[in-house]
């Protein structure tokens, strides 16, 4: 290449690397695979090389990918969080190794093998062993402060344990990944389908964009996890060794890699690699690589580190798991709101260990922007190790009778014309009586989450439609025995237990009805906290945005301003109340916890919370207020008696400053409340 052509070539990979690099540290929306994105980074820093005259100071290929955002607080980490050099070939392997070698004088090398987690960096620090505060990695320096969200994380103890050979530091960062399990990452991505939400990719992207979330409730309802492995400022020194410091980590009570392998050279390093990758598929995180790292810090104290990584540790990447197989159709799923999801019914082909026959498409747009057509040839990959995805079509097998493909105009199910709601990616059947959409609903209002009637699947449930008997939720209840009795022979019990059954789901708690309705946006935890604020069904019904959403803020903390739309979108729908009413007819009996305090020490006060707190979340003070006989409300009055403030306190705060409202911090809070 002539200088001329590397310089264009240069600014044109700063460029790219530096739109992708945004997409994935702060957005968390990669647009392409982490591998692409290595290759970019790898042709930009071999270029950099090779024509150092065009090399920058500033240059990506320097620095720490970085993932600060705006509304939190930066703060700066004691010891500087760096990146990993990646390899993707046992020579690159090998050669790493040999550089130590070289700038060590020494053959003999011990390494830790480690999975590498794929999930989001995070510093953490304890002192005194209490847990103080919890740092993204940022641009390595300084980082976003997630002490309140990091606290929501039910695995990360907020003291360690010291023992008498374990003793705790006064102070210590420790280095972790912050992470979601398989069953979390469905979980939500399928509330969110239902919804008619974008899904996320991969977990990484759902854990990173969580995390990253200002209102620490809605953390708190998505199950993050942490796991630690390294150390980053330690005073004083604890540990000589990464494979004494793992020790250490577990004996502190801290969840910490599943398993590692200490090896005696590059040869046992290597066998490491091979068999973590052989086992990975078992742990509770997603792995997209191996980190191998020298043993000794005395060692990695000599071999030093670059402007972005250390000199004493490579990471291992592993191909991620492809295979290409034949599309034989597209179906379209309607789902209980009515959203269209196309789903590739694929010849089945062996990925991972499991033989995959079936590939989400997620919507139309992706349909059209990746142009799948039915008879394509395309790559499935395990989208972080889970739910296969369609990647890419292999053009160069299309033939010509392979045609673009056309979504559905009108609902597959029941015929009607499909719409597109203002501002989502899905497409759905307007149709509420729409067959599919009747079952799917019911089949929701009896499962487990919600009235848990046993002996309701979505067979029976399909059964009772079909037959005319049931087609709202309230028709459950007016079930008759001897209609059940034809259904077949010796369904005398069954008939018997299901009847009872249903008879008691009339007496569930509040919540599980009104998750049952199935109102867009809400899931079990936002139901739970409706409940909590309402205590009765009707009221919630009646409710206006005014009760959600006062002076921009939210009232009910976790219940923001697209929960509220639909909530009361959801019953200003003459059939939704009509259900409602019809429920309550039929003698269901929604049940609310009374509220009991422990003590009466807040006895008539009343509370009301803005902002973050640094050491609990809203969840937590809102318990603190209640059990000492104290109200937790959403908005500002005269009446208030305390606006208990944290940090980012928004208008609440004005508001109660203008009318004289006593406002608190945490501390201040706390004294009160042990106060004699
Ligand atoms: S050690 C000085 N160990 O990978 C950097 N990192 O691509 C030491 N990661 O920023 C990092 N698992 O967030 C280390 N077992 C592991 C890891 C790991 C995941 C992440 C880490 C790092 C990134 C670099």
């Not at 929501?152 to 907020?158: A, E, M, Q, V």
């Not at 979504?407 to 203002?422: A, I, R, Y």
């Amino acid at each position: 290449m002539i200088p001329a052509e590397a310089k264009k070539r240069i600014a044109d990979l700063r460029q790219q690397v530096a739109h992708h690099a945004e997409l994935y540290y702060r957005q968390a929306k990669p647009e392409i695979p982490d591998r692409d994105y290595d290759k970019l980074e790898r042709e930009l820093s071999d270029l950099e090389k090779q024509f150092p005259q065009f090399a920058q100071k500033d240059s990506q290929t320097a620095k720490v990918g970085d993932d600060r955002l705006e509304g939190f607080t930066t703060y700066r980490h004691r010891q500087a969080m760096q990146s990993l050099d990646n390899t993707y070939s046992e020579e690159e392997y090998r050669a790493f190794h040999q550089r130590l070698v070289k700038q060590l004088e020494r053959e003999a090398l011990s390494y830790v093998v480690e999975p590498k987690i794929d999930g989001l960096a995070v510093s953490v620090t304890y002192e005194k062993g209490k847990l103080t505060r919890a740092v993204t990695r940022g641009n390595g320096e300084e980082g976003d402060d997630i002490t309140a969200n990091a606290k929501t994380i039910h695995s990360l103890p907020h003291e360690l344990k010291a023992g008498k050979k374990t003793p705790v530091p006064d102070i210590i960062e420790i280095r972790g990944e912050i992470y979601l399990t398989t069953e979390e990452f469905q979980r939500i991505n399928q509330e969110r389908e239902e919804a008619g939400e974008p899904v996320y990719a991969n977990p990484r992207n759902l854990a990173s964009g969580t995390i990253k979330q200002l209102d620490t409730r809605e953390v708190a309802r998505r199950k993050l996890e942490i796991v630690l492995y390294g150390i980053g400022y330690c005073e004083p020194q604890i540990a000589e060794s990464q494979s004494g410091f793992l020790a250490l980590v577990k004996q502190w009570g801290l969840p910490t890699v599943e398993k590692f392998w200490t090896a005696d050279g590059i040869d046992e390093a290597w066998q490491g690699v091979g068999q973590l990758d052989k086992m990975r598929h078992d742990f509770a995180y997603a792995t997209d690589g191996a980190v191998t790292k020298l043993d000794s810090f005395a060692l990695r104290r000599a071999a030093g580190s670059t402007s972005k990584a250390p000199r004493w540790a490579i990471a291992y990447k592993f191909e991620p798991e492809r295979a290409e197989t034949k599309i034989n159709a597209i179906t379209i799923q309607v789902g209980r709101t009515g959203v269209l999801t196309p789903v590739a019914e694929l010849e089945p082909v062996l990925l991972s260990g499991t033989t995959v026959q079936r590939a989400t498409l997620h919507n139309r747009d992706e349909i059209e922007r990746k142009d799948i057509r039915v008879g394509d040839y395309v790559l499935v990959e395990k989208a972080g190790e889970i739910i296969p995805a369609v990647i890419e079509v292999n053009t160069k097998r299309r033939t010509p009778d392979c045609k673009p493909y056309k979504f559905p105009e009108n609902c597959p199910e029941c015929g009607t014309k499909v719409v597109q709601l203002e501002g989502e990616v899905a497409l759905r059947c307007p149709n509420y009586d729409c067959p599919v959409q009747v079952r799917r609903r019911l089949s929701h209002f009896v499962s487990k989450a919600c009235m848990d009637i046993d002996g309701l699947g979505f067979a029976m449930v399909d059964e009772l439609v079909t037959k005319g008997w049931v087609k709202g939720l309230a028709d459950i209840y007016g079930l008759k025995r001897d209609d059940l009795l034809t259904l077949g022979k010796s369904v005398e019990k069954s008939s018997d237990n299901l009847l009872a059954a249903i008879e008691a789901s009339k007496q569930r708690e509040l919540w599980r009805v009104i998750h049952g309705l199935g109102i867009p946006h809400v899931g079990v935890a936002a139901a739970k906290d409706l409940a909590a604020h309402f205590r009765d069904l009707e009221k919630l019904t009646e409710a206006t945005t005014e009760h959600f959403i006062a002076n921009k803020e939210s009232v009910i903390s976790g219940i923001g301003a697209t929960m509220a739309e639909a909530i009361t979108g959801f019953f200003k729908e003459p059939r939704n109340r009509a259900t409602v009413a019809a429920l309550l007819k039929a003698g269901v009996e929604p049940q609310v916890a009374a509220k009991t305090a422990t003590s009466s020490r807040f006895a008539g006060k009343t509370f009301v919370l803005t902002g973050t707190l640094p050491s609990m979340s809203r969840e937590d003070a809102t318990a603190k207020i209640e059990a000492a006989g104290g109200k937790a409300s959403g908005s500002v009055s005269k009446k208030t008696s305390y606006v208990l403030a944290g940090a980012e306190a928004g208008s609440k705060l004005e508001k109660a400053k203008g009318l004289g409202v006593a406002v608190i911090d945490e501390a201040e809070f706390l004294r009160l409340l042990e106060e004699k």
